[in-house]
Each structure stands twice: as C-alpha cells, then as structure tokens.
C-alpha cells in the first residue's frame, strides 16, 4: 500500500479511537442515568416516559451504541484491511453525516425549543440530586455548572439546595447572586444558535473526512487485489 492510502487507514484509527471514547462516554451515561437506583424509577413511571429526562437517556443509549457499531467496523476493516467491513463503515458514515447534517439544521431552526428542553434535562437531574443526594450526578451537575458558570435553579447561594455543586463565585455580588442555569442553558442555546449549527457541520465535515479516507483505502485495496490476481494469472 502506498502513502496515500496509508495515510487514509491510520486517520481512520484515529477518528475511530477518538469517536470511541465519545461512544463509551455517551452510552456509560445514559446506562448509569436509565439503571441507577436514583433514576430507574423515574422510567417505570409511565406518565413521565415522553419526559424530556427519559428521551435525553434514551438518546444517550441509543447514541453511543451505534456510534461503537461504527468504531467497530471501522477499526476491524483498517486494521484487518477487510473490504467487506470498509464497505459496512463507509454506509454507516454516510447514514451518519446525513443524520448529522439534519439534526444541525432542525436544531439551528428550533433554537428555543432546544435550549427549552435542555433546561428541562438540566432540571430533572437537579430534581434527582436534591432528593437522593447522588455523587454521580452531583458531578454531572458541577461539570454542567463550572461549564457555563451558573449556579442550580436559583443562583441565590442563601436558598440554593445544590450549592456544593456550583462553582467558585468571582466577585462579591455572585456570593449573593449567580445565574441560573435552566435560564442560561436556555438563552445560551437560543443565542448560540449559529455556533450550534458549525458544531454539527463540523461534525458533519469530520464524518465526511472519515467516508473520504475509507473509499480511498478501499479503493487502494481493491487495486492491490487486481494486481495480486494479475500477479497469478502472469505466473500461471
């Protein structure tokens, strides 16, 4: 195989390996928010199951197991130079990038509705922690926190329930006040709507780079193919 071509398999490892750690991540969370014993009962509820907690999980699962079908595929078929699975990976990728692109687009389209919902994830995990007192989510929500610098459902430090979860306030005013988080998931999502849509075309652009890569491969594996029969045929 010549340099192009392998310059193709070891990008394809690496956007595997990278897109791997993101499935496993992605699937462990929505796992540990459908199974724990602070959550399960919120999906046995039949009245809460179109709520946007049970969706957000049941993305998550859903999410990462496709995106470690792809991996798998896409790392047995570089490495084993297997055409059959470079094929398998190339149709998934493409599915992908289609499916990528459309959520982009919607998600761009209904900004509010989007943070709305997020606001109301970001609630329904608050709801879970004040009543349970969950390590595991109490790190979900300080990530979320420290992330856009906001502080539970209120922001006053005086009355805010999850107050060890919020971050360090800068300056004397956000020891008193700080924002609220479902607002700013909300306004962030609804404001940042462009950024969102280059997200997902960013995304989109890297599956495309990773669909590129494997036509190339396969089409270099498929000329060493004619060339190792040609080989035979002169010889025999």
């Not at 107050?163 to 008193?176: A, L």
């Amino acid at each position: 195989m010549d340099g192009c071509g392998l310059v193709c398999k070891y990008i394809i490892i690496i956007f595997n390996v990278i897109f791997a750690v993101l499935g496993i991540a992605f699937l462990g969370l929505g796992l540990w928010l459908r199974f724990s014993d602070n959550t399960r009962p919120i999906f046995e509820i039949p009245e809460l199951n179109s709520s946007t907690f049970v969706i957000g999980a049941t993305v998550l699962i859903v999410l990462g197991t496709v995106m470690l079908i792809v991996v798998s595929f896409g790392d047995y078929g570089a490495c084993s130079e297997k055409k059959c699975a470079l094929q398998v990976f190339s149709c998934l990728v493409s599915l992908l990038t289609g499916t990528v692109t459309i959520i982009g687009v919607l998600a761009y389209a209904n900004s509010d509705q989007v943070g709305l919902r997020m606001a109301e994830f970001y609630t329904s995990l608050y709801g879970v922690y004040v009543t349970t007192g969950d390590p595991a989510i109490a790190i979900t929500l300080k990530f979320v926190q420290n992330l856009l610098h906001c502080c539970g459902l209120s922001g006053v430090s005086l009355v805010e329930m999850a107050k060890k979860t919020c971050p360090e306030p800068k300056g004397f005013f956000e020891n008193i006040k700080m924002a609220s988080c479902p607002v700013t998931i909300a306004t962030i999502f609804d404001s940042s709507a462009p950024l969102m849509l280059g997200i997902f075309l960013g995304t989109g652009a890297l599956l495309v780079t990773a669909l590129v890569c494997s036509l190339i491969l396969l089409s270099h594996l498929k000329r060493r193919q004619q060339d190792i029969n040609a080989h035979y045929s002169y010889v025999y």
